[in-house]
């Protein structure tokens, strides 16, 4: 029942948000005929051609039916700029994305977890104020400007990694997204401290981490088996958004190291009006946050016995 | 060989050539990265007539005929006559075969022509060859096109955009010929071998080429937008030779180890458009004024940084070189002076000055001109409010030709032929929503001139043209600004030599020293 239920709304987030999408493209100024043209002279016939193939002329109604009937059917039509189909489109470029997304986050819990809960453990010391600051000097720093200092030191002056792409074999697109990862990371990696330092804390004071102590259990076990799990839920919800977010938006990185990725796709498609693309990018991106929501609350119930027995 | 061991080795040649490419500068190489700054969208001129899907299409598709270094038409894959003013008679070369090993006929060439006047396919070149009557394969090996009437225009044009590619082929993708699905097939020195928009295209050698064998055995286009990224990129070796060069930052460019900048003058006009259908620009008196008040030297030098020189005439310099040689006609100029700009405004409907909203895009150069501009004009007491918008809604906006006012325009173009530009500036036809004439200035004898113009040939186009100018400076729609240098950077292991009209940059790249 449960699951059903969650089906239904996910389809109608879905619906609502590809209404809303092209409903906005189609009220902005402009279609898109200039992409159509190339920016250059054009006779009336070709620009009455082109009206025609494209049904610029119909309802918006009449338009957003026409799109959503193929839609249901598989087809999200062919991209205006690149003549490819949509799905070829973005089916190139989610992997980018995808593998940038996933190092990303990597980074992020692998140091972000340990630092926060370090943190925590050493509340008001120099180790907690040495991570806060470096947490909000990596959280102040802006992505693009990192990457720009990412390439000057490792890829040009030091040359260990490349400067732009995302690399054609499983182990150069690993060099390839290593600094990219890196910008991406860094300032994510300072929220996860934070949020990892203060759900630690919270539970410091907590009767089960007094009893823990009292029984003489070792530092150790006190904070990894109890406090971190404990913790667990709070990280964890941050951390699905954080996937989500990489998904669908690192487009200033992206731009930084030259990757085609979904970021980049989506704000060049919006530009050039290509409501086919935009529309499946705008799906894809509702898709991905339903189901990384979904994997967060599976998560809690793995993570949290006392979810499973309320559920 | 079983599945798994190819992947293995296919992995371990992966690697391989991951560690030996960027090594070993000593031996001469015969493969070359061209870094893009937008991805090319097509390798077909009907859909992909833009800077970098020309640039690939130029080393796999060859055009009719071509131009040489001055500008004048020149055979390529067909020589031809003219047996009336209206006509033409092209003989292909023998024995020319397309990459894919089949020979080119001149039905092939006919139907690539005749396919850019099919609304059905929606050409970006389609503009270019409205004058085209009939185009039809006669004889052996000989194509005839038959015009509406003379246009000495048309070489120059077909050189530009009649790019031959299989009947076959392009009648079954009237919409998608060329893009990364379909692709293409051409009779050039390159052939592509893959074609992404994520990863690039990567070209090679074409066994079955008529002409001299390029000396590169592959080439590669990345695209990389970031402009920084791109330096950075052709810094470290990864990227060899690039077009992607703002000449603002060719200081950037011209201190680069092991790098050589290259300028060489664009076909292009920069210039402000004055819309006069409405408000204080409709005042002849306004617009000399402002003609007057602009300093285009200094706005010159702040987009050009030195490769590139004022503008005083409204054509692209190239154009002007072509036409006149050194021989410039005598035309209404406006000096940079603030007394003759507020003593023609004093003359005006507006003698203490106006206020007037001012579009520009966002991101780019526009609004680099505009505060130029707008510090200029206040001085004489015109208060112009910069409105930016984003690039692409600014540009659909101007396409649409809503909210013109005074803008910033920044046009190139193809061929030597004024021509193709006059009427972007003046005619009736283009100040309609998603032509060029963005003042809206044309009057039924620009309309005469223009058509005139089209048929003109050597003293008689020189009179058109220059009639044509002497209009543009005296009633100023427009206020010429600067022309500037292309510009490109090439490692130094590489030699070529760019110029504004030929093509064969692939062609003729070769490792330096052979």
Partial sequence: MAVVKRLCSAILLLGVLSVLTYGLLAAAPGGPEHVLLGGRPSTPETRAAIREQYHLDDPFPVRYARWLGDAVRGDFGTSIYSREPVTAVLAERLPVTAALAGYALTLTVVVGVPAGLAAAMRRGGALDQGITLTSLVALSVPPFALSILLLYGFAVTLGWFPVFGAGDTPLERLTHLTLPAIALATAQAAIVVRQMRAAALDLAAQDFLTFARARGLPRRRVWISYALRNAALPVLTVGGLLLAANLTGSVFVEQAFGLHGLGALLIGAVGQKDIPVVQALVLLGGAIVIAVNLLIDLAYVAVDPRVRRRA | ?514
Avoid at chain 2, 107 to 121: E, Y
Avoid at chain 2, 371 to 396: C, F, H, M, N, W
Avoid at chain 2, 445 to 470: F, I, N, Y
């Fill in chain 2, 1 to 514: 060989m079983t599945y798994a061991k190819a992947a293995t080795a296919a992995v371990v040649l992966a690697l391989t050539t991951a560690c030996s490419s960027g090594a070993g500068p000593a031996q001469t190489r015969d493969s070359l990265v061209w870094g893009l700054a937008t991805a090319p969208n097509s390798l077909d001129i009907a859909h992909g007539f833009n800077k970098s899907s020309t640039l690939v299409q130029s080393a796999v598709l060859d055009t009719i005929v071509a131009l040489d270094s001055t500008g004048k038409p020149a055979p390529r894959l067909a020589d031809w006559t003219q047996p009336d003013p209206a006509s033409y008679l092209f003989t292909l070369r023998k024995g020319i075969r397309f990459s894919d090993g089949t020979p080119v006929t001149a039905d092939d060439a006919a139907f690539s022509l005749s396919r850019h006047l099919d609304p059905k396919v929606a050409s970006q070149a389609a503009s270019y060859f409205t004058g085209v009557k009939r185009v039809e394969a006669v004889g052996e090996g000989q194509v005839r096109v038959t015009l509406k009437r003379p246009s000495p225009a048309f070489l120059a044009v077909a050189a530009t955009a009649w790019q031959v590619t299989p009947r076959k082929l392009a009648e079954a993708h009237p919409k998608d010929l060329g893009s990364p699905e379909v692709g293409t097939v051409g009779t050039g020195p390159f052939k592509v071998s893959r074609f992404s928009l994520t990863s690039g295209v990567v070209l090679e050698r074409n066994p079955s080429y008529w002409g001299k064998p390029p000396a590169l055995r592959k080439v590669e286009f990345k695209t990389i937008p970031d402009p920084e990224t791109l330096r950075l990129a052709v810094r470290s070796g990864e990227v060899d030779a690039t077009d992607g060069v703002n000449v603002r930052d060719a200081r950037k460019w011209t201190n680069l180890p092991g790098v050589k900048a290259i300028f060489y003058p664009g076909n292009a006009i920069a210039y402000l458009s004055l819309a006069l259908k409405s408000g204080p620009l409709k005042d002849p008196h306004v617009r000399k004024a402002i003609a007057h008040a602009v300093d285009r030297k200094a706005v010159a030098q702040l987009m050009t940084a030195g490769h590139g020189t004022p503008a005083t005439i409204m054509l692209p310099k190239p154009q002007i070189t072509a036409l006149y040689g050194d021989d410039l006609p005598g035309l209404p100029e406006h000096a940079h002076d603030l007394a003759a700009a507020k003593a023609e405004l004093a003359k005006s409907g507006y003698p203490h000055g106006f206020e007037l909203k001012a579009p520009y895009a966002s991101t780019g150069d526009t609004g680099t001109v505009m505060q130029a501009v707008a510090a200029d004009l206040a001085k004489i007491g015109i208060r112009l409010v910069l409105e930016p918008s984003p690039t692409d809604q600014y540009v659909s906006r101007v396409m649409e030709h809503d909210r013109l006012s005074i803008q910033f325009v920044n046009l190139a173009y193809g061929t030597p032929e004024p021509i193709e530009v006059l009427p972007d500036l003046v005619s009736r036809a283009s100040a309609e929503p998603q032509g060029f004439n963005f003042s809206g200035y044309g009057t039924a004898e620009t309309d005469r001139r223009l058509d005139a113009l089209s048929s003109a040939t050597g003293d008689e186009k020189k009179t058109q043209v220059t009639a044509l100018l002497k209009e543009i400076a005296e009633q100023v729609p427009y206020v010429p600004l600067y022309s500037a240098d292309y510009a490109a950077a090439l490692s130094e292991k590489f030699t070529v030599g760019f110029d504004t009209w030929t093509v064969d940059t692939f062609a003729n790249l070769r490792p330096a020293g052979r």
